[in-house]
């Protein structure tokens, strides 16, 4: 089993930037694809970024450009850099992490999540 840690959450004005972070303990597997995800209040959660184990990543449209998703895999961490940030990107944030390197559809295992909110 894994535990998912997130931190760095916050308030900020738009414009302003947030680094989070999360850390997985509990399991002595690889872990495979790191990705954060979030959910605004009354919408369904949606992907925003994720990360291969080799370090591939990818990122929704919305935050392209903004966002910067990055892997310690020594540490089993991930971190997710958010500048620029808009009203619309808030959301509660939640870490994932897969077994599978490859597998988006898996659900993997899940953090508490983590509460940004970016005021105008």
């Known amino acids: 089993q894994v535990q998912l840690v997130e931190s760095g959450g916050g308030l900020v004005q738009a414009g302003g930037s947030l680094r989070l972070s999360c850390a997985a303990s509990g399991s002595s597997l690889r872990i495979g694809v790191m990705a954060w995800y979030r959910q605004a209040p009354g919408k369904q959660r949606e992907l925003v970024a994720f990360?291969?184990?080799?370090?591939?990543?990818n990122y929704a449209d919305s935050v392209k450009g903004r966002y910067t998703i990055s892997r310690d895999n020594a540490k089993k961490s991930t971190y997710l850099q958010m500048n620029n940030l808009k009203p619309e990107d808030t959301a509660v944030y939640y870490c994932n992490a897969k077994d599978s390197d490859y597998d988006l559809n898996e659900n993997g295992y899940w953090g508490q999540g983590t509460q940004v909110t970016v005021s105008s």
């Open positions: 990360i291969s184990r080799g370090g591939n990543k």
